[in-house]
């Protein structure tokens, strides 16, 4: 007898259905089929124990397991559950009349309690557009799958408990969340608040500017100026999270196994902080089974990178890319999959070795053309995805102790949301251009138009301060996002004189 059941694989941050096919007829051979992985292979063991432990046989007869497309490669553990009721079926130890209408997924233990698996909301999401009445999982995944509307979602601790529910034996309650109201329930309540932040006026500008224009922002200050502080609040002025942004966070983090047991959507802007430490694949994605980066799993939030000349010139150099398309591709021989990586980069770095180079009080100690080979650690083309360049200096001590409030992350974010509206409104026929830092050099012309005074202005900065011709487009772009905050149409001088300040790196001399 021939028995089907219904699975699921991801590839990239999407699902493809899996069919299970199971036959079992005359002979004494167990064969799995359809370009399964050692993983895979394996839960013939699994199965089998599961199976005796709670009363049931594995067939001692010809075995034949297909997982169709036989062409895509089946890689994990989480076929284990849908074998398993297959071959139930297909032995015709219990009957299963809605075997059909489920998505089964699960990892099997050996006494057949079940384990959790990854990629739970893509499977999902990819049941219910297949019309499927529902999915069948381990039990701490239910809540992230219940995102998904219009979609029974059956979790279940053991085996056992999967055979009577779809015997019928047992009645189990579909996980129904309402997704909406989780989503704005999670909105607000981020753990660092720029209300905090004593002195450092500039760069709190400089954070909102960022914000407002989805600038990139590297800040170059000695240690203990506060710099990991100030980045560590970036998140919170950001414009919410739309609810379709959320749904793309989460599947990138439940396809990578981030979510955790408990967790639902993510409603928050992620915010990652990788080490110096780590690798090219780490960062952008990749690997033997292809898995999301570190700047995939910052999509739609931040991505900070502290002590930046201090990662490996080959790991910064794979982020070019990614930083100019808003995606990355990872491709193998039998393979291409897509990841989204629209995400803010603000890097952090000391001016050098020892720190203190342009400290108002303390003494830099770095020899002659030390600190220039410091910086040129960090190439050119990064720094030229770098719109803003800020200079953080320490905090006074007047200012540290100073009694007066600083303004909340929630003030600015009204601000900030005030200017992306704008840019939201200008943006409206062009796709895939959200806000200001995402233009086009050709753009720019059309867009950020300025008058004879700000000519000169322009003309007299790049000059005397030595500015290079990259520096050009990433002021008119600072400066219309300036303009923006300020509710205007036209770009002023002052709005040019305010872009100017954020180009440290871009003047000749600056280190020499």
Known sequence: ???????????????????????????????????????????????ESALKYFGYRMPRQKVVINLAPADIRKEGSAYDLPIAMGILKASEQVAFPELEQ?????????????????????????????????????KVNAAEASIVNNLDVIGVETLEEAIGFLEGEIAIEPLVTDTRDVFYSSLEGYAFDFADVQG????????????????????????????????KRLPSILPPLTLQEALETTKIHSVAGKLGSEASLIAQ?????????ISDVALVGGGGNPQPGEISLSHNGVLFLDELPEFKRTVLEVMRQPLEERRVTISRARVSVDYPANFMLIASMNPCPCGYYNHPEKECVCGPGVVQRYLNKVSGPLLDRIDLHVEVTPVKFDEMTSS???????????????????????????????????????????VCLINEGGKVLLKTAMERLGLSARAYDRILKVARTIADLADTDSIRVEHLAEAIQYRSLDREGWAG
């Open 200 to 231: 450092q006026e500039n760069i709190k500008r400089a954070m909102e500017i960022a914000a407002a224009g989805g600038h990139n922002v590297i800040m170059i200050g000695p240690p203990g100026a506060g710099k990991t502080m100030l980045a």
């Open 269 to 277: 802007r992620p915010f990652r902080s990788p080490h110096h430490t």
């Open 102 to 138: 489920y998505v089964i997924m699960g990892e099997l233990s050996l006494d057949g309690n079940l384990r959790p698996i990854k990629g739970v909301l893509p499977i999902a999401i990819e049941a219910r557009k297949r019309g499927f009445k529902g999915i069948i999982l381990p």
């Open 404 to 446: 007066r409030k600083s303004e909340s992350s929630e003030a600015i974010r009204e601000r900030v949301v005030t200017g992306r509206n704008r840019q939201v409104d200008r943006f409206k026929d062009y796709k895939d251009i959200y806000c200001n830092a995402m233009m086009p050099s050709h753009m720019v012309k059309d």
């Open 1 to 47: 007898m021939v028995a089907k059941t219904f699975g699921s694989t991801v590839s990239g941050v999407d699902a493809i259905l899996i069919t299970i096919e199971v036959n079992v007829g005359q002979g004494t051979s167990f064969y799995m089929v359809g370009l399964p992985d050692s993983a895979v292979k394996e839960s013939q063991q699994r199965v």
